[in-house]
């Protein structure tokens, strides 16, 4: 007699867009999302720090093939910035490693140093980051004593609006805690934007708090908590979430046929890429990018 188990029917390809609790990690939350959505096939787009909380776009089945492109889309956060008191991480989670009397620190400097840092500027990134230095994490040589050198890099900082100042309560020294919304490209550290704050108003500073509000066109609006999806996995359909993510693009049966073999259309003048492909009958086809005329597939989800 056989014991075999049924094999267990996929779950739908798709995005499931997960309002992260604080303290996990991104990797915590796939693994929790392959138990409720009954695959190993999860990934996740952009990475939260296990202090931040907000939207996380998790891909499921084929749409993991999707967060690659997706983590490249712009961003939302509402933070907090803590002037004062600089910590190893520039963030709530590390060691204080310097105290400094803030209190003299005026609405007209908070603007004038958030004013410098909005725009396309040059950020280094965080000493405890993911960053690659010579093949390793600079996070560990970090965590391992070590002084990591790592190069400034281009961001956008589209906007940096302040919305509130107040004196940090119960805070170590004389501190004051900027809150604002900040929107800004990929690769973005809203840590570094704290950290570089406070040192050009001259008294230090970081992250205290971090909720990403929108990935892309996903916001908060959207998004569900651990607790919901356990209830309910609410997957959004792959052809769905390419249309609200990427300009779409409908062609005949005959490119259809050669967009699933891999093949080149002619550019439809839809921007750079991606460009989502869809059949007759509406079904997702491919993602494509348009360059010297030519719209070439990036990936191929046609049978």
Known sequence: MSTARPRRTPPP???????????????????????IAGTRKVGHAGTLDPMAT????VGVEKATRLLGHLALT????????????????????????????????????????????????????????????????????????????IAARPVTVRAFEVTAIRRAIGAIGDAVDVDATVTCSSGTYIRALARDLGAALGVGGHLT???RTRVGPYGLAAARTIEDLARECVIMPIADAVTAAFPRRDVTAQDARLVAHGGRLPAAGLG???????????????LVE?????????????P
């Open 13 to 35: 390809s798709g995005l499931i867009v997960v309002d992260k609790p604080a303290g996990w990690t991104s990797h915590d939350v796939v693994g929790k999302m392959r138990g």
């Open 54 to 57: 907000g939207v996380l776009v």
């Open 74 to 149: 712009e961003k939302v956060y509402e933070a907090t910035i803590r002037l004062g008191v600089v910590t190893n991480t520039d963030d709530a989670e590390g060691e204080i490693t310097a105290v400094t009397p803030a209190g003299h620190v005026t609405e007209a400097d908070v603007r004038t140093g958030v004013a410098a840092l909005t725009g396309e500027i040059m950020q280094v990134p965080p000493q405890v980051s993911a960053i690659k230095i010579n093949g390793e994490r600079a996070y560990k040589r970090a965590r391992a004593g070590e002084e990591v050198e």
């Open 209 to 211: 708090r971090l909720r």
């Open 272 to 286: 750079p890429g991606p460009v989502g492909v869809f059949g007759p009958e509406g079904a997702l086809l491919a």
């Open 290 to 302: 348009e360059r010297g005329g030519t719209a070439r597939p990036l990936v191929v989800f046609a």
